[in-house]
């Protein structure tokens, strides 16, 4: 594992994918955990096309030591920093039969434990008491995001598109893209392997097409405290 290689994949593209981090055994015991947790509270999302579960690493503690493994911490420390820690999570399962499809975006805000009208944070959004503002541009800038793919997946069953270098353009909108300069990428990640991004870059998802499924546990790490009395809404601190 190079990691210099990896690091300069981030900064120059936005986004990296590197594979074999967690085994298929790895990988199995995460999807059992997840699988045995009683799924009844306003943090687990399901319908017929998503099931997703918010505050992931907070609903199922259990799952904190099987996905933070040796790897994934070497990962944090040698492309992120010492200093950074998790502050959000959540777990996305795209079934067989979706037809779910997100268009190009990019990540502009941030999950927080309250909300508070300070300069530089705005505009607000509030559902099921869960609180989240677009914050300024350099803590999105100080964000990375792994995401962890408990399935193969590609074009067919929902890998994400980017442009590439679009986290380098600051707010970005979709509307505005200029398609006969940008070009367009899929980022295949196989089971076991993460893809780790920038907030700001653009990126979407397709629907599935061949009936295979699409779990990926999608984790937020930061360096940056928010200002007071602003908390992240979901620090957890990494032992690295």
Same mark, same amino acid.
């Given at each position: 594992m190079v990691f210099a290689d990896y690091k300069n994949e981030i900064e120059e593209?936005?986004?990296?994918?590197?594979?074999?981090? &967690?085994?298929?055994?790895? *990988?199995?015991?995460?999807?059992?955990t997840i699988e045995n947790t009683e799924k009844n509270n306003t943090s687990f999302r399901k319908s017929a096309g998503l099931f997703a579960i918010r505050h992931f690493l907070n609903e199922i503690p259990q799952a904190q030591t099987l996905i933070l493994n040796k790897k994934l911490k070497?990962?944090?420390?040698?492309?992120?920093?010492?200093?950074? %820690?998790?502050?959000?999570? @959540?777990? &996305?399962?795209?079934?067989?039969?979706?037809?779910w499809f997100?268009?190009?975006?990019?990540?502009?805000? @941030?999950?927080?434990? !309250? !909300?508070?009208?300070?300069? +530089?944070? +705005?505009?607000?959004t509030t559902k099921n008491n869960l609180f989240a503002v677009q914050p300024s541009i350099g803590i999105l800038q100080n964000i990375y995001t792994i995401r962890i793919h408990l399935d193969d997946t590609d074009e067919n069953n929902g890998a994400l598109k980017v442009v590439p270098s679009s986290h380098?353009? +600051? *707010?970005? #909108?979709?509307?505005?893209?200029?398609?006969?300069?940008?070009t367009e990428t899929t980022c295949p990640v196989n089971k076991g392997g993460i893809m780790i991004m920038k907030p700001?870059?653009?990126?979407?998802?397709? #629907?599935?097409?061949? +009936? $295979?499924q699409r779990r990926?546990?999608?984790?937020? %790490?930061? $360096?940056?405290?928010?200002?007071?009395?602003? $908390?992240?809404?979901?620090k957890l601190d990494i032992n690295l």
């Open positions: 593209k936005g986004f990296t994918v590197i594979p074999n981090i &967690f085994s298929d055994n790895e *990988i199995d015991t995460i999807i059992t070497q990962i944090i420390t040698e492309l992120f920093g010492k200093d950074y %820690f998790i502050v959000k999570s @959540i777990y &996305f399962d795209k079934p067989q039969n979706s037809n997100v268009s190009y975006h990019q990540d502009l805000t @941030i999950s927080t434990d !309250k !909300k508070s009208e300070i300069e +530089g944070y +705005g505009p607000w380098n353009k +600051g *707010i970005y #909108r979709p509307e505005t893209i200029n398609w006969n300069v940008e700001l870059l653009l990126h979407s998802s397709s #629907r599935t097409t061949n +009936g $295979n990926v546990i999608h984790i937020e %790490f930061s $360096n940056t405290q928010l200002a007071e009395p602003l $908390n992240w809404a979901e």
